[in-house]
Structure formats: C-alpha cells, structure tokens
C-alpha cells in the first residue's frame, strides 16, 4: 500500500501528534510500501515531520476551497501512485472532495474524524460526509460515531479505532521536584494539574470552581497547575483572579517538556465536558499519574471508574472535590488505579495496537478496491 495522510490544520494538538505516531508505526512494522504526508507548510506538523526527516509536502492552505491545493493533491497522488487517502481533518476533507469531484481524483479517501460535532448543520457539510469517494470513516470513540449518525446516510462505513500515545515517550515514573523547584513550590505540597488548550469544551471554569472547593475544604495541602494556551486563557485568569485564587493557581503556558513535568503531579484533575477521547489521559497513565476526570463525551471509553482512574460529574466541582480528596488521601487506592491504568493503556491504545487496527481498516478499502 502506498498511503498519503493529509490534513489542512495549522495548530499542534492530538490529533497531529496521532498523524505522527502512525507514520512511524506503519514504516517500523512494515505496513506501508511507502508513505506521504501532505500538510500546510507553515504547520507545526510540517516541521515536526521535517525534523523527523519523513516523507512530507508542505503546502499553502488559505481555505478549504483551495483549489490549487485539491489540484496538486490529484497530481501528488498520481506521481506517488498512491492507493488510499487518509483525511485527518475537516478542511482536508472539502479540500480531498474538490479534487476528486473538479479534477478527477479518483483514489479512495478514508476520514479520521476526532470530534464530537453534529455536521449536519448545512447541505454542503451533510453531503461532503455521503460523498461516494469516502469510503469508510474512522472515528476515535462511539460518541463520535453517535453524532455522525445525523449525517451519514451509510452507517456501516463508520467504526472506531481508538486513541494512541507512545509510552516510550514517557520513561520518567519517578518525581525529581523540577515543578517545586521551578514555581518555588513548597516540597510538603501536592500537585495537581491539567494540560489542555484554553477552549470552551475543556471547561476550565469547573477546574477553577473544583479548587476553589479544595481550598475552602483545606484538607489538602497543594499546589494547581494549567498547562497550555489558548483563546479562553484571559477569561480563566480573569475568573482565578475574581476568586483569589492567585496564590493557589499556577499559569505555565505552552509547554513542551510534557514527558518531562506529567509525572510531577499528584493528581491529573480533566474537567472536559465534551471530549472524545483525551489523548493527554492515556499519557497519565503512561506516567503512572491517578486521574480524576469528567463522565462525558467518549472518557468513559479510556477511564474505566473506580479501576482505572474515578469519574465525575459534568460540570460539578463538588463531586470533582469529592473524587480529589478521595484519591490523595488513599495511596493504597492510587497505586491500584494508576497500575489498571498502565495495563489498560498498553492493552488497548498504544502505537502498536491502534496502528494494527487502522491498517487493517485501511487495507479493508484496499481489499474493497
């Protein structure tokens, strides 16, 4: 099979991340004959895959009607003979219709789809998901099939492969303090964090909340961190602030180092509130990290409650607070949890085992073409 994998997407987030764990499982096991990514060239995913020395085409992507780009994806696909399409991403999507449909892209063309999101919202988008040249659609968790529904005419195109890390990205178990030491943080204080991008369905104001339970409750001595950045940022300072919550609540930014600082927390607090999987829990457990997270979206498909990690409620930061408490207070308790986490993890989502299960997906369409 020669594979290209395409997505129009510009920022750098799990699903990207997911484009590069399965490039490098399909070369190591031998999947592929070869192998192309086609992204924009001014795409964190294009100098991450340049660095890597992949086989990458970087491209100027203005909008999902870029013409230029759906002709030149007609004229790659042909030069490198490739046998499938691999969409990672809305725009890629329109963009892979347009060539088939105005110049005569005639590969098969495989979806990723990743979020939970009615698409049938307008005739276009509703149609682009019928599209006869789509021929299966691979979703991260059965909420995201759940939604597609409303659109997709044919269900059976529809499965789910579930999400992917590397655990050999996260060898570090054991804490060194660089957190403590770096936010002059007391050696005697628990730390309890979070990473994930400021936007509205991560629900930063029920984590927010959550604390400002914890710290009237004062039964636990820590520290809150938020990693990441985003367009909501502002807004959660704003509300840390009107809550004085400054002293407790600690702002780090976009980090790269997530290997390096995942394991120095106590507690993995996930507030999302409509999440299709969360790639970042899988990368707790990888750390060995207990987790508290919200019953939503597709978490209960990676947290398996009271085994794996504990679930809450959306939106409550009583109960969240309740789950916190319950887990720091109970090492017997994290120590279970965080080792059914590990065994979960590599049973079920690592490289290996969802890079097997998308190539006998995608070698289905082959066999079907």
Not at 294 to 303: C, K, L, R
Request: aromatic share 10%; glycine share 4%.
């Amino acid at each position: 099979m020669n594979l290209l994998q395409v997505t129009a997407s510009k920022v750098w987030r799990g699903h990207e991340q997911k484009i590069i764990y399965l490039y490098e499982e399909f070369r190591d096991k031998n999947y592929v004959t070869d192998q192309l990514i086609i992204c924009p060239i001014d795409s964190e995913l294009y100098k991450v895959a340049k660095e890597k020395k992949f086989n990458v085409i970087g491209l100027k992507v203005n909008s999902e009607y870029n013409l230029i780009f759906a002709k030149k994806l007609k004229k790659i696909s042909q030069e490198h003979n490739i046998d499938i399409i691999f969409i990672h991403n809305s725009k890629a999507h329109t963009l892979a219709v347009l060539s088939s449909l105005i110049f005569g892209l005639k590969v098969p063309l495989v979806l990723c789809r990743t979020l939970i999101k009615r698409v049938d919202t307008n005739f276009f988008r509703k149609w682009k998901y019928n599209y006869k040249g789509i021929q299966k659609i691979i979703c991260v968790s059965n909420p995201v099939v759940d939604v597609l529904k409303y659109a997709v005419k044919d269900t059976n195109k529809m499965c789910v492969v579930g999400s992917v890390t590397d655990i050999n990205k996260f060898q570090k178990k054991e804490k060194n303090g660089i957190l403590h030491k770096e936010y002059n943080i007391p050696s005697d204080y628990k730390i309890i964090g979070n990473i994930a991008e400021f936007t509205d369905f991560k629900d930063h104001i029920t984590w927010v909340k959550t604390v400002e339970e914890l710290v009237r409750r004062d039964n636990i001595k820590a520290k809150y961190i938020l990693v990441g950045k985003g367009e909501l940022e502002k807004n959660i300072k704003e509300l840390v602030n009107q809550k004085n919550l400054n002293d407790h609540i600690i702002f780090t930014g976009f980090r790269k180092d997530i290997p390096e600082i995942l394991p120095e927390f106590d507690l993995f607090l996930f507030t999302s509130n409509n999440e299709p999987t969360g790639g970042v829990l899988l990368e707790s457990y990888a750390c060995k990290v207990p987790i508290v997270a919200t019953n939503a979206g597709g978490i209960p498909e990676v947290i398996v409650d009271k085994k794996t990690g504990f679930l809450a409620e959306v939106g409550n930061p009583i109960d969240f607070a309740d789950k916190v408490e319950l887990v720091l207070n109970d090492q017997l308790l994290q120590k279970e949890i965080t080792n059914n986490g590990f065994k979960f993890l590599n049973d079920n989502f690592t490289k290996k085992v969802i890079a097997k299960k998308m190539i006998d997906e995608l070698n289905d369409v082959l066999k079907n073409n």
